[in-house]
């Protein structure tokens, strides 16, 4: 990675970088149980289903390329007692095959409602404007749990010309339908029935886990919690739904103070974004940084000939490169300096944040980088 003297920009692009990375560092403070735990057995059921959108102004699937969108249709109008004869094929344009997809919440009850999203999968050019015919919604177990039907909101939009041109604005294949499908059936719930409450930290760690057993325990008796491992705490409640509801609550409610983060630097290498945690020391360590610069020009020099002369006009193309480094500079990082020292001295020398990416790189293979490097 070539690095580069930084310019009046770039200086203000690392300070806004400086602000930004030392923002992130992380206080101490008490955290509510309910932002850091997951109830066991308390979580979404993905639903997904196939049907059909119609009312399409010429934008659906091309039937002669999309076979199944035809024998989805033969099936839907034999089902009305209409039969297609088998020589014929029909061409559509205003039908898209589709499919449905749905979060069902824990506890959902029949006859609630479910947003859900509606995708093509043929070849239709926008569902814009079309409307979704009952669909019924699966779970991974095969039971239908939902179904769908409604008109489609698409935020997308697709022109074309007769000359084959198009213009694509968002996405037109896609839509959503607010409150599209209706609960037909609840799905089973997975929370232990005998009073044992698993809470699963949603960032496992020993230290976390040992000091929500100790909260819960103060707060409940000895022997109320357990750690299980350093994602997983045990609790013992009531056996009664209701009294089983209140405890739950009442844990929701306690607070804690979580274990610090594990010191880290999350680098993205497509966009160079820097992401590094509060908490990250350095060892001894000299940088050096420096830039390499280099110039092509390209001349083109017109040779004309006198007048009467007989002679052609002749181009000539000359090419000059010129090559220019910058002299280096180095700077020095006592040991356990902290995140805000580290970017200020890296700011001195008028790195950019890209060049942050490679200095971190080598002050990590260097030993001196006292983190986990996490590159995305």
């Not at 010309?161 to 213009?167: K, Q």
């Not at 110039?295 to 002749?314: H, L, M, N």
């Not at 580290?342 to 020398?349: D, S």
């Amino acid at each position: 990675m070539s690095v580069f003297k930084s310019n009046s920009c770039l200086r203000k692009i690392a300070a806004v970088c400086s602000i930004a990375l030392f923002a992130i560092a992380p206080l101490a403070q008490a955290e509510r149980v309910k932002d850091l735990v997951n109830v066991a057995g308390v979580r979404d059921n993905q639903l997904v289903g196939y049907g059909l959108v119609v009312g399409l102004s010429g934008t659906g699937d091309q039937t002669s390329q999309a076979q199944f969108t035809i024998q989805s249709i033969r099936n839907m109008l034999t089902g009305f007692g209409v039969r297609i004869p088998d020589n014929v094929n029909p061409q559509l344009k205003n039908v898209a095959a589709v499919t449905v997809h749905a979060s069902l919440p824990a506890f959902a009850k029949p006859g609630q409602t479910l947003d859900v999203t509606v995708s093509s999968i043929g070849n239709s050019a926008s569902l814009r404007g079309g409307s979704l015919l009952m669909a019924p919604m699966m779970g991974a177990d095969g039971q239908v749990y939902a179904v769908a039907q409604g008109s489609l909101l698409v935020g997308g939009l697709g022109v074309s010309g007769s000359d084959g041109s198009r213009v694509t604005v968002n996405i037109p294949s896609a839509g959503r339908i607010p409150n599209g499908a209706i609960i037909e059936r609840a799905a089973p719930s997975a929370m232990s029935s005998n009073g044992e409450i698993m809470l699963n930290l949603k960032k496992a760690d020993f230290t976390t886990a040992h000091r929500l057993v100790e909260e819960i325990n103060a707060k409940f008796g000895a022997g109320t919690a357990s750690a299980m491992d350093s994602a997983t705490v045990k609790v013992l409640g009531p056996s009664n739904a209701d009294r089983s509801v209140t405890f739950i609550s009442m844990l929701e409610t306690l607070e804690i103070t979580p274990a610090e983060a594990i010191a880290r630097v999350v680098v993205n290498s497509r966009t160079g974004t820097i992401v590094i945690g509060g908490n990250v020391r350095v060892m001894p360590a000299a940088v050096t940084h420096g830039s390499l610069t280099v110039s092509i020009t390209e001349r083109v020099d017109i040779s004309q000939p006198g007048a009467f002369s007989g002679g052609q006009t002749v181009a000539a193309q000359e090419s000059s490169i010129d090559v220019q480094e910058t002299g280096s500079r180095m700077f020095l990082l006592d040991a356990g300096v902290t995140l805000e020292e580290i970017v200020k001295a890296i700011n001195k020398v008028g790195a950019a944040p890209s060049d942050l990416v490679a200095i971190l790189e080598a002050l990590d293979q260097a030993g001196a980088l006292r983190a986990e490097l996490l590159v995305i």
